[in-house]
């Protein structure tokens, strides 16, 4: 049984930053992936970046590149996303996920275990 829980949602204004943290416990994702999803009302899951703990690599969505950044210790199994210049379009329910196989995917059918969400309103 893995456990996965994310936190530090809330409610900011644009421009604002805010940053977000994921702890997967339960087993072991060292050599696994870790990602960040979002969902907006009505709308599929949107992928919005991830890290791979086999290198340390990370990969964004073009629309989150130059403010969001992935980083973490996959050791511990925690993964953090920093949020900075948010913009309404970025409200949405934020997802923490993860896999064990090392690879980055954009695709959400690909994690194995899911976090239960963390609220973020960016007000206008």
């Known amino acids: 049984q893995v456990d996965v829980v994310e936190s530090g949602g809330g409610l900011v204004q644009t421009g604002g930053s805010l940053r977000l943290s994921c702890t997967a416990s339960?087993?072991?994702?060292?050599?696994?992936?870790m990602a960040w999803f979002r969902q907006a009302p009505g709308k599929e899951h949107e992928f919005v970046g991830a890290?791979?703990?086999?290198?340390?690599?990370?990969r964004y969505q073009d629309s989150v590149k130059g403010r969001f950044t992935v980083s973490g210790d996959g050791a511990k199994n925690t993964v953090f996303l920093q949020m900075n210049s948010l913009k309404p379009e970025d409200t949405a329910v934020y997802y923490c996920?993860?896999?064990?196989?090392?690879?980055?995917?954009?695709?959400?059918?690909?994690?194995?275990?899911w976090g239960q969400g963390t609220q973020v309103t960016v007000s206008s």
């Open positions: 996920a993860a896999r064990t196989y090392y690879t980055i995917s954009i695709d959400d059918a690909r994690y194995e275990y």
């Open positions: 339960g087993g072991t994702f060292r050599s696994g992936a």
């Open positions: 890290i791979t703990w086999a290198s340390g690599s990370t």
